[in-house]
C-alpha cells in the first residue's frame, strides 16, 4: 500500500515522501480501515519540524497524519463494535499516527461510526478539532450555556468547529479573525467578530467567561487582560499548565522546566484573578460517536479550506503551513 512517511526531522518538503509498505493487519483490538480521505493539523507539521521532538520521539521513517475517514475492511480479535463495511472516522494516537495513506490498523477506541449525512472527506474535516474542543471546553472547563468566550483564530480547523459548538451549547461568542474572514466566522455564528486587522481584541471594551487561546505567544498572557475575575483562559498553543506534569506523572526536572516556561502566564493570571489551563487532546471514538450525533443534528457543519489529490501532500503541507486556511485541509486518498 502507498502511504507517505517522513524520513527526518526539518522541512516537510524535503522529509515527507510517498512510500510502497506492507499493509497493516489488524491485531486484537484493532480495526483495518480503508482510508478514503484524511485530513491535515498543524500538528503534522510540526512533528516532521522537530518541534515535538522532545515530547514524543518516533523511530524513523515514520508514518503520518492524525485524522481519517473510511471503511473497515477487517477486524482483529476482540473487536466487538465494529464489522467489515463499517463507515468510520477516527483520530489517531500520537503512537499509531499514519492517516496520509490508503489503510491503516487502529485501536477500536479512537473509532466511532462517521456522521451518516457526511461523505468521507468532510468527516475526516472534524475528528480531531472537534475532539480538541469538546476535550478543552467541555471536561476541562466544563463550559455553561450562557457564559461568554473569546475564541481566537476562529477561522482556523480549531476555530470554526468551537464556534459552531459553542453557539450549540448556547454561548455568546466573540472570535478574532482577519477583516478577510470577518463575514465568513459570522456565518458560523458568532455574536461579535473582531477583525484583528482593524481593531485589537484588547480594547474591545469587552470582558469573558472563558478565553480559547489557539495562537500562543503573547497572547496567551495577554488574554488575561480580557478575562473575567474567576475565568479561564484555556490554551492550546501557551506553556503548559503546571498540573500538566502530575497528569502524565512527570518527574521533578520537567515539573521545574513547566514551572519556569509558565511563570509570565501565572503572574498574569494572578493578576486577573483568574485560571490557566492547558491540555493535549486525546483519541476517543466515545466522544466522536457524541460529536457525530451533533453533526448528524445539523447543529455543526465541517468547514473545508481546500481538497487535495493524494499525491499532492506536500502542496497541502505547505498550504497550511502559511497559516491562513480558512477551516480544514482534506487530502482525498480514494
Ligand atoms: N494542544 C493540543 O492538543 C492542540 C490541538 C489542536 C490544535 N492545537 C494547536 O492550535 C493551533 C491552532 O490550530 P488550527 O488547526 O486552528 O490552526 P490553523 O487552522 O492553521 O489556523 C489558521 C487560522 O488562524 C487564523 N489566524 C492566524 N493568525 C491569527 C491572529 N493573529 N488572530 C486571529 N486569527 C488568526 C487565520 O485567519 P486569517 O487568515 O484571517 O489570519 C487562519 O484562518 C495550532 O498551533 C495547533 O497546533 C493544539
Given at each position: 500500500m502507498r502511504a507517505y512517511q517522513f524520513t527526518?526531522?526539518?522541512?516537510t518538503s524535503s522529509k515527507v515522501v510517498l512510500t510502497d509498505l506492507a499493509a497493516p493487519v489488524a491485531q486484537r483490538g484493532e480495526v483495518l480501515i480503508e482510508i478514503h480521505a484524511a485530513s491535515l493539523n498543524p500538528i503534522d507539521y510540526k512533528i516532521v519540524r522537530g518541534d515535538l521532538k522532545r515530547v514524543v520521539s518516533y523511530k524513523l521513517p515514520h508514518r503520518l497524519g492524525y485524522d481519517l475517514s473510511g471503511v473497515v475492511t477487517a477486524v482483529g480479535e476482540g473487536v466487538t463494535r465494529f464489522k467489515s463495511g463499517d463507515e468510520v472516522y477516527a483520530r489517531t494516537s500520537g503512537d499509531s499516527?499514519?492517516?496520509?495513506?490508503?489503510t491503516i490498523a487502529l485501536?477500536?477506541?479512537?473509532?466511532a461510526m462517521k456522521?451518516?449525512?457526511?461523505?468521507h472527506d468532510q468527516a475526516a474535516a472534524l475528528p480531531l478539532v472537534g475532539l480538541t474542543t469538546v476535550q478543552g471546553?467541555?471536561?476541562?472547563?466544563h463550559v455553561k450555556s450562557g457564559q461568554s468566550i473569546l475564541i481566537h483564530a476562529g477561522s482556523g480547523g480549531v476555530g470554526t468547529f468551537a464556534v459552531q459548538y459553542c453557539k450549540h451549547l448556547g454561548m455568546n461568542v466573540t472570535a478574532t479573525t482577519s477583516s478577510r474572514n470577518a463575514e465568513f466566522v459570522k456565518s458560523l455564528g458568532a455574536d461579535r467578530v473582531i477583525a484583528y486587522d482593524k481593531e485589537n481584541y484588547l480594547d474591545a471594551g469587552q470582558t469573558y467567561d472563558v478565553v480559547y487561546d489557539?495562537?500562543?505567544?503573547?497572547v496567551t498572557s495577554d488574554s488575561f487582560k480580557v478575562?473575567?475575575?474567576?475565568g479561564v483562559v484555556l490554551s492550546l498553543s501557551g506553556p503548559p499548565d503546571r498540573g500538566f506534569p502530575e497528569r502524565v506523572g512527570a518527574g521533578l526536572v520537567v515539573r521545574l522546566a513547566v514551572w519556569m516556561m509558565s511563570r509570565k502566564v501565572y503572574a498574569a493570571a494572578k493578576q486577573a484573578g483568574a485560571s490557566y489551563c492547558w491540555y493535549l487532546t486525546e483519541p476517543s471514538g466515545r466522544q466522536l460517536t457524541d460529536i457525530a450525533k451533533i453533526v448528524e443534528s445539523g447543529a455543526i457543519k465541517p468547514v473545508i479550506d481546500r481538497e487535495f489529490p493524494f499525491d499532492r501532500l506536500l502542496d497541502a503541507l505547505t498550504h497550511l503551513q502559511s497559516?491562513?486556511?480558512?477551516g480544514k485541509i482534506v487530502l482525498k486518498v480514494r
Open positions: 527526518g526531522y526539518g522541512p499516527i499514519g492517516s496520509f495513506a490508503q485501536n477500536q477506541d479512537y473509532v456522521p451518516s449525512n457526511l461523505p471546553l467541555v471536561d476541562r472547563v489557539t495562537l500562543g505567544g503573547a478575562v473575567k475575575r474567576g497559516g491562513r486556511a480558512r
